[in-house]
């Protein structure tokens, strides 16, 4: 357990489980524990400057999975130090709060709240919308997806963010004193039983059939590289004239909607 104390251990980690949430290569699991190595972190203390460091470069590098060419790097670069920057930010201020209001405030809600409301001001104002939301790491997750009709997608990232910060508290205090407090159990078990209390009600939704007249939507693509569109005016048409046919086709088969 030594090793949930070394700072270097907790960013990489850290940094593992943030580059496979969330779009390509996503692996679900991760996104329910990816902040508790952050969280650990910055409760022990270590530096502020080594955290923000760390995560533009696994932000970066989590980016280019997912952006394609030409300009993948570039954007990358540009997303990593962007979430990097949002990311040590928060992650100070709720350290703050933590530390100068401990009794006034939780800690877990505190967390949660913070890193939910900057995904909505996000996902609100920003031209990319929801694309950055922990959110999207569950989108395979049909049980669970269906309670953004209840709550939104920042509600089911609220959910995310308690299951990481409860989870983190309670084992930051079984290491520090051996002993979990009233407090974190209760998080921790009410975080367990909203997921349990949300993925019934998904599967009840799922079971339900959908009332009203259903509509064929077609999708459409010619797997042509978009360098070569870009750079090739005649490929540019051809790719065109491709797509087009393809949307008759789609069209002809029954399709009202084509994307």
């Known amino acids: 357990m030594k090793y949930l104390n070394q700072k270097w251990f907790l960013l990489s980690v850290g940094g593992l489980l943030i580059g496979f949430t969330g779009m390509n290569w996503n692996i679900p699991l991760f996104v329910w524990v990816a902040m508790v190595p952050f969280l650990r972190y910055m409760r022990l203390g270590y530096s502020v400057w080594h955290l923000l460091i760390a995560l533009i470069l696994f932000q970066t590098l989590s980016t280019m999975r997912i952006v394609s060419e030409p300009f993948h790097i570039m954007i ?9 920057i949002v990311f040590t930010v928060l992650l100070w201020i709720w350290n703050q709060f933590r530390i100068k209001f401990p009794k006034q405030i939780s800690s877990i809600l505190c967390f949660s709240f913070l890193f939910m409301i900057s995904e909505w001001i996000g ?20 049980i669970l997806i269906q309670s953004a009709a209840l709550i939104g997608a920042t509600g089911i990232s609220f959910l995310i963010y308690m299951v990481n910060a409860s989870i983190e508290q309670t ?11 009233n407090s974190s159990s209760r998080f921790l078990l009410a975080s367990c039983f909203l997921l349990v209390a949300l993925s019934f009600y998904g599967t009840i939704r799922l079971t339900i059939p959908i009332e009203g ?3 064929k939507v077609g999708t ?7 360098q070569t569109i870009w750079s090739d005016q005649e490929q540019n048409q ?10 008759q086709q789609a ?3 029954g399709a009202k909607v084509v994307v």
């Open 123 to 142: 996902g609100t104002y920003s031209e990319l919308g929801v694309w950055g939301m922990f959110v999207n790491s569950q989108l395979n997750n049909l």
């Open 220 to 226: 459409v693509t010619s797997k042509m590289e978009i």
């Open 171 to 181: 084992l930051s205090e079984q290491l520090s004193t051996g002993k979990i407090s």
């Open 238 to 247: 051809i790719n065109t004239e491709l797509v087009l046919s393809r949307t």
């Open 76 to 84: 990358a670069v540009l997303s990593g130090i962007q979430g990097g």
């Open 213 to 215: 007249r259903s509509i």
């Open 251 to 253: 069209a002809a088969e």
